[in-house]
């Protein structure tokens, strides 16, 4: 299992992966103060209409959201097939531990919101904190530099892409109002085309990309959210043989730098731009920001240590040696670390401007909290300089 771990994590995709979501953490903390100080200056407004600026017959917020965030699904979409074929995830007893973290980690969340929100009309934000941001939390887990265990980042980095992968099949089943079934079939048409070419050992990237293209829009005038296609069409691009030779490789590693310091800093910009008014107080006594709040920064954790407890007290799976429940608890507290994910999902939740403004904020304070206490924790549970990882 040890030389196991050390082998995915030592991969060079692995290593590029974990690299640039760290560090892309880094600039989605800094585009968000930028963002939150204009948001709330003289410019405010100037600031908020520049991303409604109209653009084809939408928003440049619109494009932002619906277009260039199927690219950063793609990107999870291509970790999450590594993962399924080379990674944590192609040894069924070993990925059953990040797979339970991950379920827990989202429905205790959303039963927590629900219980708040039962009957009201922000029900529909149940979906909000069971999301992980990859980037932010990768992030924090890199300040804490050689205390951290190999399997520990191998095991945030799956759970992350697993609850990805949730908030993605949630997004579909449950945000999706209309669903225009021509468009819809067409898109899976195209779908079965690529499917077929890879079948057939068809190795060249542009087809691929020009279908993904056709797909999306079809996709786009379906009632589902266009950027599912980004993990649809992730999973009928040729894998091969996953070296750096394949188009998985080779598209995975081109499209790191792009989502990681263009496209969600851009997203940040675009979503953050939170006015906050004098009325915090009434803000933080909504249902739905205690249903957010609780969710992420006691529910994420709750569920991650609980479901994981749970498989590994059923011989399930097996805690990594160098691993405890101490540091499972902490780095559940990372999981709480929504943002990218929770905010994305508020836009689809949520007709009223106020309330998604709100919910924003909310989520905001909550993935800060999330983070510092899952920082503090770890720094407390792993002991300084050590390379090998142990826990205390």
């Known amino acids: 299992?040890?030389?196991?771990?050390?082998?995915?994590?030592?991969?060079?995709?692995?290593?590029?992966?974990?690299?640039?979501?760290?560090?892309?953490?880094?600039?989605?903390?800094?585009?968000?103060?930028?963002?939150?100080?204009?948001?709330?200056?003289?410019?405010?407004?100037?600031?908020?209409?520049?991303?409604?600026?109209?653009?084809?017959?939408?928003?440049?917020?619109?494009?932002i959201n619906d277009g260039l965030m199927t690219i950063f699904f793609l990107l999870i979409g291509l970790e999450l097939e590594r993962e399924i074929y080379l990674g944590e995830l192609s040894n069924i007893k070993d990925a059953l531990l990040p797979i339970f973290a991950a379920l827990g980690g989202m429905l205790v969340p959303a039963g927590i919101y629900l219980l708040l929100n039962s009957?009201?009309?922000?029900?529909?934000?149940?979906?909000?904190?069971?999301?992980?941001?990859?980037?932010?939390?990768?992030?924090?887990?890199?300040?804490?530099?050689?205390?951290?265990?190999?399997?520990?980042?191998?095991?945030?980095?799956?759970?992350?892409v697993i609850d990805d992968l949730g908030?993605?099949?949630?997004?579909?089943?449950?945000?999706?109002k209309t669903l225009y079934w021509t468009n819809l079939l067409s898109a899976l048409g195209v779908m079965l085309v690529l499917f077929i070419m890879n079948r057939m050992k068809y190795y060249k990237m542009l087809p691929y990309l020009i279908g993904g293209v056709i797909m999306w829009y079809f996709m786009l005038n379906s009632g589902v959210h266009a950027t599912i296609t980004g993990v649809l069409l992730a999973f009928v691009i040729p894998f091969q043989n996953g070296e750096k030779e394949s188009i998985s490789y080779k598209l995975q590693h081109y499209l790191h730098k792009p989502v990681g310091f263009f496209i969600l800093p851009l997203f940040a910009l675009a979503n953050t731009a939170i006015v906050l008014g004098s009325?915090?107080?009434?803000?933080?006594?909504?249902?739905?920001?205690?249903?957010?709040?609780?969710g992420l920064v006691l529910g994420k954790p709750i569920g991650i240590t609980l479901f994981s407890f749970?498989?590994?007290?059923?011989?399930?799976?097996?805690?990594?040696?160098?691993?405890?429940?101490?540091?499972?608890?902490?780095?559940?507290?990372?999981?709480?670390?929504?943002?990218?994910?929770?905010?994305?999902?508020?836009?689809?939740?949520?007709?009223?401007?106020?309330?998604?403004?709100?919910?924003?904020?909310?989520?905001?304070?909550?993935?800060?909290?999330?983070?510092?206490?899952?920082?503090?924790t770890l720094k407390k549970t792993l002991k300084k300089g050590n390379h090998n990882g142990e826990v205390n």
């Not at 600039?27 to 100037?46: D, K, R």
């Open 119 to 160: 009957h009201d009309l922000t029900r529909s934000g149940a979906g909000i904190p069971m999301a992980t941001d990859i980037a932010f939390a990768l992030g924090v887990l890199s300040l804490l530099g050689n205390r951290v265990p190999l399997s520990l980042k191998v095991f945030l980095t799956a759970l992350a």
């Open 167 to 176: 908030a993605i099949l949630v997004i579909a089943a449950f945000y999706t």
């Open 1 to 63: 299992m040890r030389k196991r771990i050390k082998k995915i994590y030592q991969s060079d995709l692995f290593k590029e992966f974990f690299e640039n979501e760290k560090s892309s953490g880094l600039v989605l903390i800094g585009c968000t103060l930028i963002s939150l100080i204009l948001a709330n200056s003289l410019f405010g407004e100037q600031y908020h209409h520049t991303w409604l600026t109209p653009m084809g017959g939408q928003t440049l917020e619109y494009w």
């Open 310 to 376: 749970i498989a590994v007290s059923f011989g399930l799976c097996k805690l990594p040696d160098d691993l405890n429940w101490k540091t499972i608890l902490s780095v559940g507290f990372l999981g709480g670390i929504g943002f990218t994910m929770s905010i994305f999902i508020t836009l689809l939740a949520f007709d009223d401007h106020e309330i998604i403004n709100n919910a924003k904020f909310i989520i905001l304070l909550s993935s800060l909290t999330a983070g510092i206490i899952g920082f503090l």
């Open 279 to 294: 009325n915090i107080g009434e803000t933080l006594e909504q249902h739905y920001s205690i249903g957010i709040a609780l």
